[in-house]
């Protein structure tokens, strides 16, 4: 029975158990399996998150269309407005954190550090003028798709330089604008997600339909997709910790140069 309309509803039919889940689980497996062997830089947990991100919007979809179908509409809206935060959160990431910076990076192409709008980060400024079409490909691929692609400027997947953006301040340039991405994601779309599945799964708990088996795969992924990205924060502000290079751009006779300056013993030890 259909105990929110109180009819009788089909029996199961044929279903495919967990197709979502088993593709992500084998292929990530396989992921892991390249990354370790290559030995290179590559960052595995964003590089995850932006894999998996690619199927977050078609798991919402056909989600949305099996509640439909089964008229269970309260999981049908629930999953309809959090698709709808989704994209809003994708305008927030893209237009008022990062865009920001890409889009100021790509234009003023003569202007100096001193010539900038304040806010406007010139180290990353500088390296973006590098990756014009990658950042442009990009930004539109966040905004229209997932926010979570930009974790690629962090991933270093491959040891490939578009991957490796470069930052005056990462910790409040990157670092924390992705935390605060995520909590807003969190908030206004997993967890609308998570009521949505529970309250379905308790309200259809018999094993076979197909419906069934994507609220419990939602669920899933939507906890392990959070805690990824809680877990990236984390590990990333631990990496940054440490003594490190700071890169700053300079303007010299009318040429772009960058110049690294790092911590020496005096500025460690002024005893030294």
């Not at 979809?61 to 439909?68: H, P, V």
């Not at 692609?149 to 490796?164: A, D, E, F, I, V």
């Not at 440490?242 to 005096?266: C, P, W």
Request: with cysteine.
């Amino acid at each position: 029975m259909n105990t929110v309309l109180n009819k009788c509803i089909p029996v199961p039919g044929f279903s495919v158990p967990f197709p979502f889940l088993g593709v992500i689980s084998i292929t990530t497996l396989i992921l892991i399996c390249v990354v370790k062997r290559r030995k290179d830089s590559t960052r595995l947990i964003p590089t995850i998150i932006v894999y998996w991100s690619y199927f977050e919007v078609p798991m919402f979809i056909l989600q949305i269309a099996f509640a439909a179908q089964f008229e269970h509409w309260m999981n049908t809206a629930a999953t309809f407005v959090a698709l709808i935060f989704h994209f809003i959160t994708n305008c927030y990431a893209v237009r008022n954190v990062m865009p920001e910076q890409i889009l100021e990076g790509m234009s003023d192409l003569n202007a100096t550090p001193g010539d900038m709008q304040p806010g406007v980060d010139p180290v990353f400024k500088h390296w973006a003028l590098d990756y014009r079409p990658f950042l442009s490909k990009l930004r539109r691929g966040a905004l229209w798709y997932n926010h979570k692609l930009l974790r690629l400027l962090s991933s270093s997947y491959g040891n490939q330089p578009h991957y490796q953006a470069v930052f005056d301040n990462r910790e409040d340039r990157l670092t924390r604008p992705l935390l605060r991405i995520a909590i807003a994601n969190m908030t206004f779309t997993y967890l609308l997600v998570a009521i949505a599945d529970v309250t379905a799964l308790k309200q259809i708990v018999r094993w076979g339909y197909q419906f069934t088996i994507f609220c419990i795969e939602s669920l899933v992924f939507v906890s392990a997709m959070a805690i990824l990205e809680i877990a990236d924060y984390y590990v990333y502000r631990e990496r940054d910790s440490g003594s490190y290079f700071k890169v700053h751009a300079r303007n010299i006779d009318g040429q772009d140069s960058t110049v690294f300056r790092g911590l020496d013993d005096h500025e460690l030890n002024p005893k030294l």
